[in-house]
């Protein structure tokens, strides 16, 4: 069964560092997602994105996310200099339609120190 | 805004109890539900859906929740728990208006003692 990749499975950085989290979402879907999870809160909602444009975003995912798909299976979240409160797990997920179900990677364990 | 809640943070049983978890949505439109479950050290992974239709949906595992519209609950539950439904649920809504964005519960951690 196809399943949603993601390395690294645990990144270590120095605040004001850049960081890439990497995505594989399935194959044939469409929309791409990150959420993160701050330890012991909820999952939150960062941005979607659709047709290689970010479709939705929280007020979260400010200047210093941004989101790519450089090729035709990568999706990319970027923080450009991270904060110590950007320590987190980062989800990616997809779907074939915004509707359904989203599908999700195991997760990227952020740490900024 | 929309926001969902699940009340109970932590809930402890013995193996073969019955399991009833809680979720209420906050949104009067049309949704869609999910249940999420995250065992120990694993992702997020679809244990049941509602879109339409029957509001007693199936899932895996043995797991079934109940739409009750007029009460904006979607509740989780289980006739009999295992040592291996140990993990973490969370429930989920979206819904056209909000252009499907999911919303999350804060999650349910499950222990089951065996």
């Known amino acids: 069964e196809p399943e949603v990749t993601q390395t690294p499975s645990h990144q270590v950085t120095q605040m004001g560092q850049e960081v890439i989290l990497r995505c594989v979402p399935i194959?044939?879907?469409?929309?791409f997602y990150w959420y993160r999870q701050i330890l012991g809160q909820k999952v939150e909602f960062l941005v979607s994105f659709y047709n290689n444009e970010i479709s939705e975003k929280s007020e979260i995912f400010d200047d210093q996310f941004s989101v790519e798909r450089p090729d035709g299976s990568n999706f990319t979240l970027k923080i450009r200099s991270t904060k110590l409160e950007d320590s987190a797990m980062y989800f990616c997920?997809?779907?074939?339609?915004?509707?359904?179900?989203?599908?999700f990677g195991p997760g990227t364990r952020l740490t900024v120190t | 805004a929309q926001s969902v809640s699940q009340h109970n943070h932590h809930v402890i049983l013995s193996e073969a109890a019955s399991l009833e978890l809680g979720c209420n949505y906050s949104y009067g439109g049309t949704v869609n539900l999910f249940w999420y479950v995250q065992y120990p050290g694993q992702h997020l992974q679809l244990l049941l859906k509602?879109?339409?239709?029957d509001p007693l949906v199936k899932g895996i595992k043995g797991f079934e929740a109940e739409f009750i519209k007029s009460k904006f609950s979607f509740n989780l539950r289980k006739p009999s728990v295992q040592w291996s439904d140990t993990a973490e649920y969370f429930c989920a809504v979206n819904s056209r208006d909000s252009n499907y964005q999911l919303i999350w519960g804060a999650g349910t951690k499950l222990i089951i003692k065996p």
């Open positions: 194959s044939n879907h469409l929309y």
């Open positions: 997920a997809s779907n074939r339609d915004r509707a359904y179900e989203q599908y």
């Open positions: 509602y879109f339409s239709g």
